[in-house]
């Protein structure tokens, strides 16, 4: 196998916004769309009646020049007995003041599938997990996030 290609370089003039310097700046064709990134959770074995559980994997994200962003929820793992699970967007200005209620929520039932949509506006989001019920739950939530 050989070396992969290089990427052309473009030499046109494009300009971009610059939300922080609100002015535009020259730029690359390369930074006029991006493909929505899209980040996935997983939580293992949370026990009944946990609250305000991280996934395995905490991250949070910055959602400042979002335009659209879609939370699917699916609790159809195997080892998910649970009947009623919370999963909680968290929302915050600053990534250090966290809302203490949740920004969006949806519950879900053993072996659903579960898609909304969340408001764009906060800069920054995480996701958190309430087990609501007397049985181990576990949940894989995606998250799409489009710029």
Known sequence: MGEEPKQPLEIRDVQIWDIEK????????????KLPEVYEFFWDSVAASQTN????????????????IAVQADTSPTDNVSTS???????????VNWDNV????????DNQV???????GPFKLRLRLDNNNAAVAE?????????
């Not at 949740?102 to 039932?109: I, Q, R, V």
């Open 139 to 147: 949940c894989r939530v995606k998250v799409k996030v489009i710029e």
């Open 22 to 33: 609100k002015e535009y700046v020259k730029g690359y064709r390369k930074d006029i769309c």
């Open 53 to 68: 559980q991280t996934p395995v994997f905490d991250r949070i994200l910055d959602v400042e020049r979002a335009t659209g």
């Open 102 to 109: 949740p920004y969006a929520e949806m519950n879900l039932g």
């Open 114 to 120: 579960k898609t909304m949509l969340v408001e764009p």
């Open 85 to 95: 699970v919370d999963v909680n967007v968290m929302a915050s200005l600053d990534g």
